[in-house]
């Protein structure tokens, strides 16, 4: 198979192998990355939940025992925002 190769078949097998491995480099860091943007209060079907805002991405949603106080709930979301990574 490789007999009949001459050096423009060598660079463009080269090319080509680069450009797809940047191309697969692309989709796996475009698909990767989720960066959470922040935490809220939210309620769904009626129960408590923290909400987690993911960049391009749905929001996630985490859900609350209706036993925690109010207050708690207010604290957590709080902290949860104070360790976020922000620019």
């Not at 660079?11 to 809220?40: H, P």
């Not at 993911?54 to 106080?69: A, F, H, K, T, W």
Request: contains cysteine; negative net charge; aromatic residues 12%.
């Amino acid at each position: 198979m490789f007999k009949n190769w001459d050096w423009d078949d060598i660079w463009q097998l080269l090319a080509w192998t680069a450009l797809s491995a940047f191309c697969t480099c692309i989709l796996i860091w475009s698909f990767s990355t989720k960066v959470v943007t922040g935490y809220y209060l939210g309620e769904k079907q009626n129960k408590p939940v923290i909400v987690t805002m993911i960049s391009n991405l749905p929001d996630e949603y985490i859900e609350v025992d209706r036993n925690i106080p109010l207050d708690s709930i207010v604290v957590i979301v709080n902290k949860l925002n104070n360790n976020l990574k922000h620019k």
